[in-house]
């Protein structure tokens, strides 16, 4: 039945929405199959609740248009990618629910990717070195497969490793998409030197992407203080009365009069205390006829 309501271009479109960036944190956790904080709130299977977003927000959505490789990256295939459509208008004919698209994940896409990198991992010797030649190792009727691998490379093969699937370890071949990486022969990918080396480098930006985010936290914390400093303050102000207000322009008089105090004070900081206090006062009086003046209409 669910076969039967499958259009050609549904894996397409699920897998490519899948390695959309707003989706991959959550991919990741799934083949992880671990259970994140913020999926700690959620009732059920939190993995079906991720297909009912997907299939609510992107995949019957469609204004929505999920990742595509860029069209030089296809090689040598020929027209027949023109059919692999992602937005294929019969996409929309019918209706879906997120168990249908959870199983189209899991018992076609998944299945028969896995299978095809499996086939890669054992029948390749390299090829031509090019990503696009996967073509060659998927089944007839899942060659648009190739597709979803393309955009895989650029995702640093996040379905790759979620399907369970493994890359030939000794194929060389530089993927030439921009952030994404490459392969290297046999002796560098086994080499143990090598894998502790990037692995402490992972370690090490890992730590100071930690510490960015503290200073950014600190940085938020502080300017939280000053805006709730800055409120209270503001707050007290408007519950003065005018005679608190006389009291405090009285103190700053006296302050302003205290010539013994003014005399210890070198002439450049006398400048600037008179100043700020002169200032002070004013606002203060400011304040004080303004209170005066409610007061009054209030009374």
Known sequence: RSRASRTCNDGLRLALTLLDPKYRESVAI??????????SDISGDYVLHLFEEILVQSFKNQGYRPPEPQSQHFGDIDEEGAQWNPNDPKIFEIDRNAVWLLETWKVYVKRKYKSALDRWNKETGGGNGQPWSFVNYCDKDARWLVVVFLADVESNYLLAANAGGRMPGHLQMECGFEGSPSFSSLENDS?????VTAKKKAILEAQEETKELKADIR???????HCLEAQQQAQQQANRTSDQVFDEVTKMNRALNDKESLQSMSPNTREKYTTSLQAKRKRYIDDMFEMEEKEKRSG
């Open 30 to 39: 799934i083949r992880s199959n671990r259970k994140e904080r913020v999926h």
């Open 191 to 195: 080499d143990p030197q090598s894998r």
């Open 219 to 225: 940085t938020v914390v502080a300017k939280l203080d």
